[in-house]
């Protein structure tokens, strides 16, 4: 089948299976890797990106559900003026260390800011709970999303 | 020059910053890896591609224990998208259908007599894309016979068990080996002599290092050149390619394995798998590069679990507290192939580092070794070796010990730590510890936990029906395998080799033989050379990971890094300086002793206006100067570093935990860990990585086991069932420090990838056991779920290598 | 890695539309909606449907939380968040909240439905054993109309609902009555994990004699997700701590647990009671407008009552 869809901004077209899980659509189809898959079972979140907006787990959602919406992936984080404050506090804080599950992990953080601009401790660690991390402790990661949101609207290069 | 202080080298000392802000030399660092990894351009496995890249998906057994009757692939291969199907007769045909393991067994690449554990592999399919590879499996019909399967550990060696490895000649049971250390007669006669002794059995259970990336390859042997590419989730890319050459008969300059990114390892990465041998086979076979990334239930079910310890341990006192020995009997469920990966002298790796952190000197541990219907492994996860085991095991046994003394815990370990001036200490087994200074480091965890106050809390809740636990541990690591005149794995000595080129405009190379998993060595080992060098880490490029082109070493797990590559780091850093001092003498027109090295630059004692800096000698080695006598051009170097010794790192844990006994419900509410691991190149890293490990070990405390029902089904094969702890579960950590720098490395550092995963679980198992000494509970099994907790509190904690009954 | 078998795929623009798909395509077609049920069935190829009809594009006629003749009104294409965040939901009935609050992951919520859980009868999803406490009527669409079916009578068990083939849920209906209080608490072993056990109340007083009471029973083998014999022990008695021990033995005696790594049966069957008293005294605070004492750890039962109550 053929899906029309727009990923990060920019109209994209694949011709793909109806049963290709959309993390492969991107992945393999789309050429985009920096969306990961990990479980198979939605439970660890590596697989994360934006359906219209809204953080879902790609590995549970087909390819062909997102005709006609947007997709938007971590390669989308970064703007034209830099990183997106997102990414920096990841960097500022060691909110990653093998970076896999760190796509993930910032998606979820875009959209839980976007509602949330100022979460407490206990919102963040509520918003990632989907999210899996086996390096951090989730300790950096918590920080970092901290820093995200003291400083957001500020995009910076890093 | 810019400086700052850097604090955590135990006394302040300055730093000078780079341009770039970053310290020339150790401190914190943000990480030069983030940049990709953040805007989604990490190159991790399932990200390689090569062209007329094919798929394979490996068939496995749903059952632990069954004879292959026959395999009917007709099917399979009749589909229009698949090139080949492999099955373990085919290998047999190549002499492949078996490999060697890293502990002198053998383990089947495919099963060709029988299956002996549930999700062990069966078939092989390569197809031209992974959704068919996936239709194809279920194409492919097999006929078991089924046999009893061999899962409780404790009946493995009954006389009428089943089986497990009857293809080998006379085997008629399921020893593997018995290894014993310290000394029996001694620890005998100190338990015959003591006022108090105490034991207590305990479970430390099979658990998985789970990375969050599964184990794949991508190979290509390309039919021409006859060389062989691998992309290899692998912790020891130089160790594989060896092993491939010894396993394939592939000539070992036709090989080139290339670690990329790695999403996590925690020792799930060190070992060979079959799916990495079939991928191999799949591209001699099919002529292509083939691709196969492990869905996850195999990674659960299949790979290198952890631990598996049956542990019966005894300490002995004096009636105030003074330890006088301890002994243990420990059987160790090995699984179905005998592939611990761990140095070949020690079958229980370090287990007899048990005797901990205390003074005493009768020690004796036995352990015996068995064959299971479960997965092959053992050692992994972040143990050291098994010092994740002996840890817990003391640690276990002291708070039992207190219980039984009606003792403060904190105290009694007060009362036993070995004192600073006892060092260099050799163990009652025999490690050499090298450096130390304990009663510090609980003291300082004391000190952040506010212990005396919890303890008042503690009493008034427990006069409310509240219940809260307060746990201790202390832990010695031993890490940095190691001197090779002990450690080996199949022979091969575990040195690290490396190399640092210095370019002549003065920015470096550095090339280490070691792999990174997400431990930053691409900042950390830029910031030795900066150290050594005063070159600032931005100029120093660190590559790793591809045999072609990194010198040989046995790679990254058991904390080795740091204490072997990062001494092989300094060393060659240290030959380069010393080269240049011969160089800068000679262009300087004096004698090397003349000078003195200040921050990246060698200058003229007395008159340091006069000098070169460390680039500009690089030029000069470079350009047409005529060299010193004895001199070669270019200004470069080369090491092997063989450790003389084991550096021992060592830390105190306090866990705080709320229980709610109408549930069982256990909720951490904090957890201090006060780590000594030397001098710390980059504080930022070395807290990254005891975080991640006190996570570990409250999963592994409280939720991460992996238990089999009486059939041999794995009740842990997905993240449905083996839990990982999420944000939700753990604390905010508070960490402190104390710095005890290793007499006998070129840095004084110590590794500590593993210290927390190592020392933590004991604390919260003995905070636990602490919120349940109300309810007389002595002692239950990891992993304490809500049920474990309610069953103990009910008097009858559950065996957590078995299914519930 | 999982990947599911082939099947034919069909996008919904109606219900009517998505009536008449299941009508062409037959038994082996299924709806699909947050997929987060169904896809993980199919890929492990347990399920294997010959045609998906996704009714994703349906949420401006299924998605909606609204109050109308009486009765709190769910559309079944509502997204877990959805109803985590309406205030109206919790303002009737707090223990939409408190069930949400710990069903899967925050992102799996931002897809699954409540229609959709509804139709999956997993005997460990929280919001059957809620709407079984609520007494609510679940809504279900064919081409000859619209039939109302008890939420304790939708399901035939395990897996297995009284919706036809060729039927759809569309709607949950829970009435509003006055004088209520609601809670559901639960143990999990972890965030996001599914349910050890865990039990919803929703109770209705008159002064201190309680006048109704629903009791909902998660993975505990009771069967409809409900406590028949410990809401006649609570019908028209005042309220004691006797009482509410007495009602938490019943439940207790009603469910039949089975033993699996969550823990063995009789632990369940203690929290089946244990969890039932304290969803009891939460829902009894809530109705009488008192705050319930707190609760530590992954028990967890929402702290407050909250805005937006109507009588």
């Not at chain 2, 904390?559 to 001092?581: D, E, L």
């Not at chain 3, 009555?177 to 608490?185: D, K, Q």
């Amino acid at each position: 089948m053929e899906v029309n869809l727009t990923v990060n901004g920019e109209p994209m077209k694949t011709d793909i299976e109806p049963r290709v899980l959309l993390v492969h659509a991107i992945r393999d189809h789309l050429g985009l890797t920096g969306t990961h898959w990990g479980c198979d079972t939605s439970n660890c979140g590596a697989c994360v990106v934006h359906l219209d907006g809204v953080p879902v787990k790609s590995c549970t959602v087909l390819g062909v559900m997102a005709e006609g919406r947007n997709v938007d992936t971590v390669e989308g984080l970064e703007g034209p003026n830099g990183l997106d404050p997102i990414q920096t506090g990841f960097m500022e804080c060691h909110g990653l260390q093998c970076g896999f599950c760190t796509p993930g992990m910032m998606m979820v953080t875009k959209a839980l800011l976007q509602h949330t601009p100022n979460p407490t401790e206990h919102e963040i660690r509520e918003a990632i709970s989907g999210q899996l991390c086996r390096c951090t402790g989730y300790d950096g990661i918590v920080k970092s999303i901290q820093w995200a949101a003291s400083h957001q609207n500020q995009e910076v290069s890093a | 020059m810019t400086m700052i202080e850097d604090q955590t080298a135990g006394h302040a000392t300055q730093v000078p910053v780079s341009k770039a802000g970053n310290p020339i030399g150790f401190g914190r660092m943000l990480r030069k890896e983030d940049a990709r990894f953040l805007r989604g351009q990490g190159n991790f496995l399932d990200d390689v591609t090569m062209p007329g890249m094919l798929f394979g998906a490996i068939l496995a057994s749903p059952h632990a224990h069954a004879r292959i009757i026959s395999i009917d692939t007709s099917a399979a291969e009749a589909h229009p998208r698949v090139k080949a199907v492999i099955t373990g007769k085919m290998l047999e045909g190549l002499k492949l259908a078996w490999m060697p393991t890293l502990s002198a067994d053998v383990q089947a690449v495919l099963a060709t007599d029988k299956v002996r554990y549930q999700g062990q592999e069966v078939a092989f399919v390569i197809a031209e894309d992974k959704y068919s590879a996936r239709d194809a499996l279920e194409l492919i019909d097999v006929d078991y016979e089924m046999l009893p399967p061999m899962i409780d550990a404790r009946r493995a060696l009954d006389a009428d068990a089943p089986i497990v490895r009857d293809e080998i000649d006379g085997k008629t049971d399921n020893h593997i080996f018995d290894w014993e250390a310290g000394d029996e007669a001694k620890a005998d006669a100190a338990f015959a002599s003591a006022e108090v002794s105490v034991s207590l059995d305990m479970l430390y259970p099979r658990s998985h290092p789970a990375p969050m990336e599964t184990c794949g390859s991508v190979a290509y042997m390309n039919p021409v050149s006859g060389k062989l590419t691998a992309y290899i989730t692998s912790q020891a890319p130089h160790a594989h390619r060896t092993i491939y050459a010894l396993v394939a008969g592939i000539p070992e300059h036709k090989i080139q394995v290339i670690s990329p990114d790695i999403g996590g390892g925690f020792g799930n990465k060190v070992p060979i798998y079959p799916g990495y041998v079939l991928a191999v086979v799949g591209s001699i076979v099919t002529k292509r590069p083939v691709k196969w990334v492990e869905d996850r239930s195999s990674n659960l079910m299949t790979t290198g679990f952890a631990r598996d310890y049956h542990m019966h341990g005894e300490i002995c006192a004096t009636k105030d507290g003074q330890i006088l020995g301890v002994r243990t009997n420990v059987l160790a469920d090995h699984g179905a192939f005998n592939a611990t990966a761990q140095p070949t002298k020690f079958p229980a790796g370090l287990f007899h580092i048990f005797t901990g952190s205390y003074n005493y000197q009768a020690a004796h541990c036995k352990v015996t070794g068995v064959y299971t219907n479960k997965a092959p492994g053992g050692v992994a996860y972040a143990c050291s070796f098994r010092i994740t085991e002996a840890v817990y095991l003391i640690e276990r046994l002291v708070d039992r010990l207190a219980l039984e003394l009606d003792m403060d815990p904190a105290e009694l370990r007060m009362k036993n730590l070995l004192l600073p001036e006892q060092f260099p200490y050799t163990t009652p087994t025999g490690y050499e510890y090298d450096s130390g200074n304990y009663p510090a480091a609980l003291t300082e965890a004391m000190r952040i936990a506010g212990y005396d106050e919890l303890r008042k809390e503690q009493a008034e809740k427990r006069t409310r029906g509240e219940y809260m636990g307060i746990g201790i541990s202390f832990f010695t690591e031993g890490v940095g395998a190691g001197p090779s005149k002990h450690y080996d794995i199949l022979g091969l000595g575990m040195n690290d080799g490396c190399e640092l080129r210095i370019h002549p405009t003065g920015t470096a190379q550095i090339r280490l033989s070691c792999q990174s998993q997400g431990q930053g060595h691409e900042t950390t080992f830029a910031q030795i050379v900066a150290h050594e060098l005063g070159i600032p880490p931005e100029d120093v490029e660190v590559i790793h990971g591809d045999t072609d082109n990194t010198p040989f070493g046995l790679g990254t797990y058991a904390s080795r890094s740091t204490p072997v590559s990062g001494a092989a780091a300094a060393v060659v850093s240290q030959r380069v300086r010393a080269k240049a001092r011969l160089i800068a003498a000679a262009a300087l027109e004096c004698s090397p002793d003349d000078l003195e090295w200040n921050h990246g630059r060698w200058q003229v004692k007395g008159d340091a206006e006069k000098g070169k800096t460390i680039q500009e000698i690089a030029m000069l080695s470079h350009s047409a100067m005529q060299m010193p006598e004895g001199v070669e051009g270019h200004l470069d170097a080369t090491a092997v570093y063989n450790p003389p010794n084991l550096t021992y790192p060592f830390g105190a844990y306090i866990c705080v935990v709320d229980l709610d006994p109408g549930t069982g419900v256990v909720k951490v509410r904090r957890f201090i860990a006060v780590d000594d691991c030397g001098p710390r190149i980059n504080p930022m890293i070395v807290e990254g990585q005891v975080h991640g490990g006190l996570a570990d070990g409250i999963g592994m405390a409280l939720m991460q086991a992996i238990a089999f029902d009486e059939d041999g089904n794995c009740l842990g094969g997905s993240f449905m069932d083996y839990l990982l702890p999420t944000a939700m579960e753990v604390p905010t950590f508070e960490t402190g420090m104390t710095v005890t720098p290793s007499p006998h490395h070129p840095l004084g550092t110590k590794g500590v990838g593993e210290s927390a995963t190592v020392g933590s679980p004991p604390a919260v198992v003995n905070a636990v056991m602490d919120a349940l000494k109300p309810f007389g509970v002595k002692h239950a099994d990891m992993p304490l779920t809500p049920a474990q907790v309610w069953l103990a509190i009910q008097g009858r904690p559950a065996r957590t290598d078995l299914a519930f009954e | 890695m999982q990947t599911p078998a082939p099947f034919g795929y069909e996008r919904a623009t109606s219900v009517n539309h998505a009536i008449s798909l299941l009508e062409k395509l037959g038994p082996e077609a299924r709806l699909v909606a947050g997929g987060h049920s169904l896809l993980p069935m199919m890929k492990l190829r347990l399920a294997r449907p010959e045609y998906l009809i996704d009714i994703n594009d349906l949420v401006d006629d299924l998605s909606y939380i609204k109050v109308e003749d009486g009765e709190l009104r769910i559309g079944a294409m509502t997204r877990h968040a959805q109803l985590l965040g309406s205030t109206l939901a919790g303002g009737h009935y707090a223990i939409l909240h408190d069930a949400e609050r710990v069903i899967a992951d925050p992102v799996v919520r931002n897809r699954g439905t409540v229609g959709g859980s509804i139709g999956q009868a997993d005997p460990s999803e929280d919001l059957s054993a809620v709407f079984s406490a609520a007494k609510a009527t679940i809504m279900i669409t064919s081409s000859t109309g619209v039939r109302g079916v008890a939420a304790r009578d939708i399901h035939n068990g395990p897996y297995e609902t009284v919706v036809g083939e060729a039927e759809m849920i569309t709607e949950v209906r829970i009435p509003i009555r006055p004088g209520g209080g609601s809670a559901y608490t639960k143990v999990e072993r972890r965030a996001g994990d599914w349910a050890v056990a865990a039990s919803g109340v929703c109770v209705w007083l008159d002064g201190d004699v309680i006048t109704d009471v629903g009791i909902g029973l998660t993975a505990v083998g009771a069967a409809h997700f409900c406590a028949p014999d410990a809401e006649a022990l609570l019908i028209g008695k005042p309220i004691s701590e006797e009482l509410i021990e007495a009602a938490g033995a019943a439940a207790s005696a009603h469910s039949s647990p089975s033993t699996d790594q969550r823990g063995p049966k009789e632990y369940k069957r203690h929290l089946a009671g244990e969890l039932t008293k304290r969803s009891l005294r939460a829902a009894i605070a809530r109705a009488q407008g008192r705050t319930p004492g707190s609760n530590t750890a992954q028990s967890k039962t929402a702290q407050s009552n909250v805005e937006g109550k109507v009588a």
